[in-house]
């Protein structure tokens, strides 16, 4: 279960203009999902994480939803995209920039996917703006935790015998519990003991857990 998020969590994690809520008038009528609704304009969601790994989508930020139909015709032919567009497409509305592609949320049901760069159709994320924002923030709360200095200390302390590796790895197997726990939409296992992670076990996260395993996100 998604763990409830205010906008002052938020805001202590990313910064109070490190996070963006949607102005209601601004709200697509097609995002027809209430409580997808309350969470933009209530809770809202932050603007980046790790410089780039995401980025709101500049229309998002200015008020405008593009619909899928609208990213097909202009990216369609670029991406080579040649997979059919699921039903009620036009009340698909892109958000924002996923490394390796973008990310949508479906009006109707809420559920945020995302749109590969290759050609391949949109796979699950998350099962709801909700959880992609939890996502978001555990990752930069733990910041800490599986950073370099951290690693470092560890790695030097003589009653420590955790190498800096294994301090990185174990914060990326507590993220992926937890995670899981909060939202297992993207996970094809919830086994995560096994080095290295398995091949797309978090779907497009899975990256994010490898970088931080690696220390790259340290």
Same mark, same amino acid.
């Given at each position: ?5 205010? #906008?002052?969590?938020? +805001?202590?994690? #990313? ?6 809520? =949607?102005?209601? =008038?601004?709200?697509?009528?097609? %995002? ?25 989508? &500049? @229309?998002?930020?200015?008020?405008? #939803? ?5 990213? !097909?015709?202009? %990216? ?5 995209? @040649?997979?059919?567009?699921?039903? $009620? ?19 109707? @049901? $809420? ?5 590969? &760069? ?15 924002? !939890?996502?978001?923030?555990?990752? &930069?709360?733990?910041?800490? %935790?599986? @950073? ?23 914060? +990326?197997?507590?993220?992926?519990? &937890? ?23 978090? $779907? ?8 931080? =395993? ?5």
């Amino acid at each position: 279960m998604v763990p409830e998020l205010t #906008f002052a969590e938020l +805001a202590a994690v #990313f910064g109070e203009q490190g996070v963006w809520r =949607a102005d209601p =008038a601004t709200l697509p009528d097609g %995002l027809r999902h209430d409580g997808t609704r309350g969470f933009l304009t209530d809770v809202g969601l932050p603007r980046t994480l790790r410089d780039g790994f995401i980025d709101l989508d &500049e @229309s998002v930020l200015d008020g405008r #939803f593009p619909t899928l139909p609208e990213v !097909y015709r202009e %990216l369609g032919p670029v991406r080579e995209w @040649s997979w059919q567009q699921p039903d $009620g497409a036009d009340h698909w509305y892109v958000i924002a920039h996923f490394v390796g592609g973008d990310v949508a949320v479906d009006g109707d @049901s $809420g559920r945020v996917w995302f749109l590969p &760069e290759w050609d391949a159709p949109p796979e699950p994320l998350n099962s709801g703006v909700d959880a992609f924002a !939890y996502f978001m923030y555990a990752f &930069e709360r733990d910041r800490e %935790l599986y @950073s370099a200095e951290r690693a470092d200390r560890i790695e030097d302390d003589p009653d420590d015998p955790r190498d800096g590796i294994a301090v990185f790895e174990e914060a +990326a197997r507590a993220l992926a519990r &937890e995670l899981h726990a909060a939202d297992p939409t993207p996970f094809t296992t919830d086994d995560f003991q096994g080095e290295p992670f398995p091949d797309g076990f978090a $779907g497009p996260w899975t990256q994010a857990f490898e970088d931080i =395993a690696g220390g790259m996100w340290g």
